[in-house]
């Protein structure tokens, strides 16, 4: 079944520590995202790529960074710039450029603070 | 971004259908409307989604009001498994501005057996 698979599904992250978060893709989508949950809130947006090497920030891109070497993959890395990164973070894809086509995603990693 | 306003929460019962309400006054005409939901822990999933006709699909229907300042999203015969919470969001073409959905906080339904 083609899906977008997150991993892993708790993170915990000391200190000064930078850790990141998996997202592979089966979907053949062009787009992929990353959103930040905080609890009781809704999803804003981390960063997003179209295309292969190419990225763009979101909305609350600050301590956060991105690669989309391969179509599949758009992993997300938490830095230690990020002072509040305890949060449910979510992985997205689409097909690129077609507002009538849906966001899929993943189930989502949960990042706490040790 | 246009934004949308959706009531922080609604029950039902069990079996019963459902209309959870979504206002969007200051859509533009290249917005489609998306509806997602939520359950615990889990990510979003799409549920349906339209731009200006009524939209039927197995899993809900999505009625668009003709000035398309509102719709509502029909749950036909709600089932425990209904239980999440429901995000109406408009999605801009790309070519006219950022391709991503805006998120607000949504509909909590309840449903009650």
């Known amino acids: 079944d083609g899906g977008i698979t997150q991993s892993p599904k708790y993170l915990f992250r000391k200190e000064g520590q930078n850790v990141t978060l998996s997202c592979e893709q089966n979907l053949n989508h062009d787009a992929m995202y990353w959103y930040r949950q905080d609890p009781g809130q809704g999803l804003r947006l981390i960063y997003y790529?179209?295309?292969?090497?190419?990225?763009q920030k979101g909305d609350i891109a600050e301590g956060y960074s991105v690669s989309r070497e391969k179509k599949e993959s758009f992993p997300l890395t938490v830095t230690s710039a990020q002072k509040n990164p305890t949060a449910f973070y979510l992985c997205?894809?689409?097909?690129?450029?077609?507002?009538?086509?849906?966001?899929?995603f993943g189930d989502g990693t949960r990042l706490s603070i040790l | 971004d246009a934004k949308t306003t959706q009531p922080n929460s609604m029950e039902s019962n069990e079996e019963e259908p459902v209309h959870l309400p979504c206002n969007h006054s200051?859509?533009?005409?290249?917005?489609?409307i998306h509806w997602y939901r939520q359950l615990p822990s889990q990510g979003p999933e799409y549920v349906i989604h339209?731009?200006?006709s009524n939209v039927n699909n197995r899993m809900a229907s999505l009625a668009i009001a003709e000035d398309r300042k509102s719709s509502t999203l029909i749950l036909h015969r709600a089932t425990l498994r209904d239980a999440a919470v429901y995000y109406c969001i408009l999605r801009r073409d790309s070519n006219f501005g950022n391709e991503k959905l805006t998120f607000g906080t949504g509909t909590r339904l309840t449903i009650i057996p």
């Open positions: 200051t859509i533009s005409g290249t917005d489609y």
């Open positions: 997205a894809s689409s097909i690129w450029g077609y507002s009538n086509q849906p966001q899929h």
């Open positions: 790529s179209q295309i292969v090497n190419d990225f």
């Open positions: 339209g731009l200006t």
